[in-house]
């Protein structure tokens, strides 16, 4: 049984428009009120499939996985399992919830869980986390607005990923409130800077995959072998304080400007699932050194949308963009990544950086959107936004759609609180 059958169905009711029929599969971490352990899940329609109680209950005997794996606070110990492992369960979960199969229909009162019954969890513990700028609109209206619109894009742009480390302690799971952040900012014709909250604060609409199998030191990971070690990928929204990070970023780059949190959705869906949604990628001009150059397609046609919503109203679409609109791609950014023998671990996090499309009402983030505060954008409720305010909700959407069936990620949500006094 291959999970990835598109004329799959399940006996579990599976909505239309769900992001989780049985060709997805995804993997998170949950927990219930009556058993607030946490604990391996996947999703199915509507519910949460409780990966500890189907093991325990001997429906993954012949994989041999131990129940620590499945009682667990993170998936990392699944994902070190390795692809044939982790691909052989998704199958058997498959072939259990085909609708062609009774064999664990009896038993799913056990194991099924609402939706709106569980708490999902932080899915992966990051040991690190690479961010990249891999976007080249993103990169091109940057530039545009910060330097010369002739020279947007700099000297190294379209030679290799451009990347920095970023800050894996405060990536956070969907549903987390964000604080305002403080910090330094030089106001306009200032000449000193004052300190107090952000007034620009963004969001950046990005992709992120996670590392399964690791590496050693020393170790180089090429294009062709990329793939063995990307896991899966979530929604992933790098917050970003506009103010604070222009005025710390030259010469090392962003610090508190993007330090105080990101935001990831629960469900990590597996490279596999997005099998039906690959395409080509871009001709690529200058040619790239041949470490980077690359064999086969490569990019995914995955939509995705950013909804802005009030408090107290309703949310407003405000973005519609796809990871497809990638210069570099995933194979690209893991083997400069690993060119110079930088070690891989199990649960490491790379981020696209900012997926800005062609048009604007593509562009991944407010800066752009909104055109660095020149053009604002009205909302329903006849307020503008030229950033995101108190009280604000960003909420993050992907989904790709192949012969019917949609594959999505869920949401990343959170919502804007206030600065705390200092």
């Known amino acids: 049984m291959q999970a990835n059958n598109l004329t799959l169905t399940s006996w579990v009711e599976v909505p239309e428009d ?3 029929p049985i060709q997805n599969l995804p993997f998170g971490i949950f927990r219930t009120k009556s058993n607030p352990a946490p604990r391996v899940c996947t999703a199915i329609g509507d519910y949460a499939a409780d990966l500890a109680v189907m093991n325990y209950l001997s429906l993954f005997d012949e994989l041999e996985i131990g129940n620590e794996v499945f009682n667990n606070r993170y998936l ?3 994902m070190a399992l390795g692809k044939a492992k982790t691909n052989a369960l998704r199958n058997r979960i498959a072939s259990l ?3 062609k199969n009774d064999e664990a229909k009896d038993l799913a009162w056990h194991f099924l869980h609402p939706m709106e019954k569980v708490e ?9 986390y690479t961010d990249f700028y891999s976007s080249m609109e993103h990169a091109t209206n940057v530039g545009a607005m910060f330097r010369d619109p002739a020279h947007a894009l700099l000297p190294n742009w379209k030679h290799m990923p451009i990347g920095y480390h970023g800050r894996a302690s405060s990536i956070v799971v969907s549903g987390t ?19 107090g909250p952000s007034r620009l604060l963004d969001f950046e609409l990005e992709m992120a995959f996670v590392i399964g199998t690791p590496t050693s030191l020393g170790e180089q990971v090429t294009t062709a072998q990329a793939e063995d070690h990307i896991f899966g990928l979530m929604l992933f929204n790098d917050w970003s304080a506009r103010d604070i990070q222009k005025w710390e970023y030259v010469p090392l780059g962003p610090f508190l400007g993007k330090n105080f949190a990101s935001t990831i959705s629960p469900w990590v869906v597996t490279l596999e699932a997005l099998e039906p949604f690959r395409i080509g990628g871009p001709e690529q001009d200058p040619l790239p050194l041949p470490y980077l150059q690359y064999e086969g397609k490569k990019r995914f046609d995955v939509n995705l949308e950013v909804q802005i919503q009030p408090g107290g109203g309703e949310p407003f679409t405000v973005c519609r963009s796809n990871f497809k609109n990638m210069y570099w791609n995933m194979a690209q950014q893991l083997a400069h990544h690993t060119v110079g023998g930088c070690n891989l671990n199990t ?5 696209s950086g900012t997926i800005s499309g062609s048009t604007p009402g593509s562009y991944g983030s407010m800066l752009e959107l909104a055109w660095k505060g020149t053009k604002p954008l009205k909302l329903p409720d006849g307020t503008e936004r030229k950033f995101i305010l108190d009280g604000d909700t960003v909420i993050m959407k992907g989904w790709g759609k192949a012969n019917g069936v949609r594959i999505g990620f869920g949401e990343a949500t959170g919502k804007v609180l206030p600065a705390l006094e200092y």
């Open 18 to 20: 769900s992001d989780f």
């Open 76 to 78: 990392n110990d699944l």
């Open 97 to 99: 919830l085909d609708a």
């Open 120 to 128: 999902m969890l932080l899915p992966v513990k990051a040991g690190d």
């Open 177 to 195: 409130p964000i604080r305002r952040p403080l910090g330094q900012t030089l106001p306009d014709g200032a000449d000193r800077p004052v300190f």
């Open 347 to 351: 649960g490491d996090l790379c981020a």
